[in-house]
């Protein structure tokens, strides 16, 4: 099986080191593997997304060397295969429709049973609410928020669920009490359609990605995402979380980090060499 990777960010902001540092490492991983490095487009945000910022991430990455083949996969122009598997798992009664506010969650979480942990990687862990409100029969409701049904899911399994680690943390790695810890996570936003963890699973097997590079923030989102491919029947990725650049104060960076967004760097006059010794990456020969 060829070594396939992929960088996948969001239109919604500069290019920062911690970008440059993920797509390089991702990149580096597939040539040394005689792979292939795709890009692709994360932009169900319709709201958010900007073309220009598509153009330049584009543009950036080109600039500190990597090449990727084309046309790009863009989220937006592949939202029946997120509506195909919606209806997938609609059909087997594991989704169901929440009403809920944020503000509905918020109160229901803070009085929660003695040692149930209120976060868990997709954020404050749904209480609940609305799991038995709502029938889950008929079509699937349109434009409606739709959540998984964790334990409901998990039953229909009779096997561990497993992946792979090359990280920060290597080793074979088992899914557990994902209801008590993940809980009922969001698949279907309205006004989206779809969610950040399921388009991510449908894009990833579409494109035949067999090693995921990103960072450790998103390491415990990783859960979810092999519960979904198991309920998919679809292949699981080898995971590879790497360490987070942070800034002088040790706060991993984020879009809103102008100050070390890679258009300025450029700008600056530095070097792809340059940024590579920033994030301690060699420069390959």
Not at 33 to 59: H, K, M, V
Not at 111 to 140: F, K, S, W
Not at 264 to 270: A, I, L, Q, S, V
């Amino acid at each position: 099986m060829t070594f396939t990777t992929r960088f996948a960010p969001s239109p919604t902001g500069p290019l920062h080191l911690g970008h440059a540092y993920s797509a390089l490492l991702a990149f580096d991983m597939s040539v040394q593997a005689q792979g292939t490095f795709l890009l692709r487009i994360e932009d169900i945000d319709q709201s958010r997304a900007r073309a220009a910022w598509e153009d330049q991430i584009s543009d950036n990455l080109a600039w500190l060397g990597l090449r990727w083949p084309i046309p790009v996969l863009r989220q937006s122009d592949n939202m029946n295969s997120y509506a195909q598997a919606l209806d997938r798992l609609w059909d087997v009664g594991i989704l169901y429709r929440c009403d809920c506010t944020r503000r509905d969650i918020e109160t229901a979480a803070h009085a929660p049973q003695e040692g149930a942990p209120l976060h868990g990687p997709d954020g404050m862990i749904y209480p609940g609410t609305c799991r038995t409100r709502h029938p889950r029969v008929g079509a699937r409701p349109a434009d409606a928020v739709l959540r998984l049904d964790m334990a409901a899911a998990l039953a229909r399994r009779d096997t561990p669920i497993l992946y792979r680690e090359t990280g920060l943390h290597p080793g074979e790695i088992q899914v557990t009490n994902a209801p008590e810890t993940i809980g009922d996570i969001v698949l279907a936003r309205r006004g989206m359609g779809t969610s950040y963890h399921l388009s991510v699973v449908v894009d990833d097997a579409a494109q035949g990605i067999t090693h995921v590079v990103r960072g450790a923030d998103l390491a415990e989102a990783t859960a979810i995402h092999v519960i979904l491919q198991r309920l998919l029947d679809l292949p699981v990725p080898t995971y590879h979380h790497h360490r987070l650049i942070r800034d002088t104060a040790g706060k991993r960076l984020a879009k809103r980090d102008d100050a070390r967004a890679i258009a300025r760097y450029r700008d600056e006059g530095k070097t792809p060499q340059d940024i590579r010794a920033m994030v301690g990456l060699p420069f390959p020969p």
